[in-house]
Every structure is written in C-alpha cells, then in structure tokens.
C-alpha cells in the first residue's frame, strides 16, 4: 500500500492519494478496511476509489459526486489495470465546485508518478 498525505489543500479541504494492487472486489475492500484502519481515513469525508479489471471499471464515488469516473479515466489513460487509486478528502468547510474534480486529477497524477 502506497500512501501520498497531504498533497494538496484548497480552501480548507485536505487531499491525500493511496493505492496498490486489486484484482477483485473483496481486495478493494481488503484494501479499504485496511487504510480506514488508519483514524485520519476513518474519519475523512469522502474516500473516492476506481481500479481497473477484467470486467471493467470498478469505482465509488463515496459522497463525492463523479470523481469516480474521473479516476477511471486517468487509470484508463495510464493503461493501470488490476490496481486501486483511493483518493481522500477531508472536507474543510467550503464547497469547491468544479475545482475538486482537478484536485482528483493532481492527487491521481501524484501517485502515478509516485509509481514511476
């Protein structure tokens, strides 16, 4: 498991990006009982995740309305299959509007270059 903290903050709201191998839906939910073993992701507003398999997409948009796809079609670009992309927000009191789905983007960029 690959955690990014703190990769962006805007207006309040804090981001981090998380993700390693899933080839099925009982990993990415190994996967996420696991981070939410951590309080700080436990507690966090929305943990946005998609991954890649052989059926297709798998994604949760967690409350945060689209950033699901959003992180499809990043990890599609990227040819990134059988992996989970979590990215979390901690919502911090102003809405962001359309500014969120870019704040996605960044923290799905940070961990695709993370992996190299």
């Given at each position: 498991?690959?955690?990014?903290d ?12 998380s ?20 309080k700080?992701?436990a ?67 940070a961990?695709l270059?993370?992996?190299?």
């Amino acid at each position: 498991m690959l955690v990014l903290d703190n990769i962006l903050t805007d207006r309040g709201s804090k981001y981090a990006v998380s993700g390693g191998p899933c080839r099925s839906d009982a990993e990415a939910q190994a996967f996420l009982k696991e981070l939410k073993r951590k309080k700080k992701f436990a507690k966090a507003t929305h943990n946005t995740w998609a991954w890649l398999g052989g059926d297709g997409p798998v994604k949760n948009d967690d409350g945060e309305s689209g950033a699901g796809m959003v992180i499809v079609r990043m990890l599609e670009r990227e040819g990134l299959r059988d992996h989970i992309v979590v990215v979390t927000r901690w919502y911090g009191g102003k809405h962001l509007g359309g500014d969120r789905f870019r704040h996605v983007q960044t923290a799905v960029r940070a961990y695709l270059d993370a992996l190299g």
